[in-house]
Protein backbone atom coordinates (compact mmCIF):
# COMPACT_ATOMS: atom_id res chain seq x y z
CA UNK A 1 0.00 0.00 0.00
CA UNK A 2 1.10 3.43 -0.80
CA UNK A 3 -0.21 6.74 0.73
CA UNK A 4 0.05 9.85 -0.84
CA UNK A 5 -0.39 13.38 0.93
CA UNK A 6 -0.53 16.38 -1.04
CA UNK A 7 0.51 20.17 -0.14
CA UNK A 8 1.00 23.06 -1.82
CA UNK A 9 -2.33 24.57 -2.74
CA UNK A 10 -4.68 27.80 -1.90
CA UNK A 11 -5.81 31.10 -3.70
CA UNK A 12 -4.05 32.76 -6.11
CA UNK A 13 -5.31 35.40 -8.77
CA UNK A 14 -5.39 35.01 -12.09
CA UNK A 15 -1.89 34.72 -13.79
CA UNK A 16 0.06 33.54 -10.66
CA UNK A 17 1.72 30.44 -9.80
CA UNK A 18 1.80 27.49 -7.69
CA UNK A 19 3.61 24.87 -6.72
CA UNK A 20 1.93 21.46 -5.40
CA UNK A 21 3.98 18.72 -3.95
CA UNK A 22 2.89 15.50 -3.22
CA UNK A 23 5.20 13.06 -0.88
CA UNK A 24 4.90 8.85 -1.22
CA UNK A 25 5.25 6.73 1.35
CA UNK A 26 6.72 4.07 -1.58
CA UNK A 27 7.79 3.70 -4.65
CA UNK A 28 5.51 3.25 -7.95
CA UNK A 29 6.57 3.43 -11.54
CA UNK A 30 4.19 6.01 -12.61
CA UNK A 31 2.95 9.22 -11.15
CA UNK A 32 0.29 11.77 -11.70
CA UNK A 33 -1.79 14.66 -11.16
CA UNK A 34 -5.50 14.92 -11.39
CA UNK A 35 -8.45 17.51 -10.82
CA UNK A 36 -11.93 17.83 -10.46
CA UNK A 37 -14.51 20.45 -9.97
CA UNK A 38 -17.92 19.44 -8.34
CA UNK A 39 -20.51 17.80 -10.50
CA UNK A 40 -17.64 17.34 -13.05
CA UNK A 41 -15.71 13.98 -14.18
CA UNK A 42 -11.92 13.67 -12.74
CA UNK A 43 -9.60 14.95 -15.38
CA UNK A 44 -6.21 14.09 -15.80
CA UNK A 45 -3.71 16.91 -15.90
CA UNK A 46 -0.51 15.54 -16.35
CA UNK A 47 2.32 12.44 -15.76
CA UNK A 48 5.75 11.45 -15.25
CA UNK A 49 6.99 7.84 -14.96
CA UNK A 50 10.39 7.32 -13.76
CA UNK A 51 12.56 7.51 -16.49
CA UNK A 52 11.04 11.33 -16.90
CA UNK A 53 8.38 10.78 -19.85
CA UNK A 54 5.41 12.97 -19.26
CA UNK A 55 2.79 13.60 -20.77
CA UNK A 56 -0.20 17.22 -20.08
CA UNK A 57 -3.31 17.79 -21.23
CA UNK A 58 -3.34 20.12 -23.86
CA UNK A 59 -5.58 23.08 -21.75
CA UNK A 60 -2.23 22.96 -19.27
CA UNK A 61 0.79 22.46 -21.83
CA UNK A 62 3.18 25.35 -22.10
CA UNK A 63 1.94 26.28 -18.29
CA UNK A 64 2.35 23.56 -16.04
CA UNK A 65 4.76 21.49 -15.38
CA UNK A 66 5.21 18.04 -13.50
CA UNK A 67 8.54 16.85 -12.10
CA UNK A 68 9.87 14.45 -9.44
CA UNK A 69 12.72 13.75 -6.80
CA UNK A 70 13.39 9.75 -7.71
CA UNK A 71 14.88 9.30 -4.41
CA UNK A 72 12.26 11.04 -2.19
CA UNK A 73 9.38 9.58 -3.94
CA UNK A 74 8.07 13.16 -4.03
CA UNK A 75 5.99 14.75 -7.04
CA UNK A 76 6.09 18.22 -8.34
CA UNK A 77 3.25 20.42 -10.14
CA UNK A 78 4.69 24.11 -10.98
CA UNK A 79 1.64 25.57 -12.04
CA UNK A 80 2.11 29.17 -13.94
CA UNK A 81 -0.16 31.67 -15.72
CA UNK A 82 -2.96 30.37 -13.56
CA UNK A 83 -6.37 30.87 -15.21
CA UNK A 84 -10.30 30.65 -13.31
CA UNK A 85 -10.89 27.78 -15.29
CA UNK A 86 -7.44 25.86 -13.68
CA UNK A 87 -9.77 26.05 -10.04
CA UNK A 88 -10.62 22.34 -8.80
CA UNK A 89 -9.54 20.06 -6.34
CA UNK A 90 -5.98 18.47 -6.97
CA UNK A 91 -5.09 15.15 -6.81
CA UNK A 92 -2.11 12.91 -6.56
CA UNK A 93 -2.44 9.34 -7.99
CA UNK A 94 0.38 6.69 -8.36
CA UNK A 95 0.18 3.50 -10.77
CA UNK A 96 2.36 0.44 -11.37
CA UNK A 97 1.96 0.31 -15.16
CA UNK A 98 -0.40 -0.39 -18.21
CA UNK A 99 -2.94 1.94 -19.41
CA UNK A 100 -3.58 5.15 -21.00
CA UNK A 101 -2.23 8.38 -18.62
CA UNK A 102 -5.03 9.94 -17.78
CA UNK A 103 -7.22 6.69 -16.98
CA UNK A 104 -7.83 7.47 -13.67
CA UNK A 105 -9.49 3.36 -13.37
CA UNK A 106 -5.39 2.13 -13.77
CA UNK A 107 -4.46 4.36 -10.54
CA UNK A 108 -4.99 2.43 -6.92
CA UNK A 109 -3.17 5.08 -4.96
CA UNK A 110 -5.04 8.27 -4.42
CA UNK A 111 -3.89 11.45 -2.04
CA UNK A 112 -6.73 13.17 -0.08
CA UNK A 113 -6.47 16.23 -2.60
CA UNK A 114 -6.00 19.68 -2.15
CA UNK A 115 -7.63 22.38 -3.29
CA UNK A 116 -6.69 25.35 -6.36
CA UNK A 117 -8.51 28.33 -6.01
CA UNK A 118 -7.81 30.87 -9.13
CA UNK A 119 -9.87 34.24 -8.89
CA UNK A 120 -9.98 37.23 -12.34
Known amino acids: QVQLVESGGGSVQAGGSLKLSCAAS?????MAWFRQVPGKTREGVAAIDRNGNTNYAESVKGRFTISQDNPKNTLFLQMNSLKPEDTAMYYC?????????????????WGQGTQVTVSS
Open 93 to 109: AAKWWGGIWYDESRYPY
Open 26 to 30: GYTRC
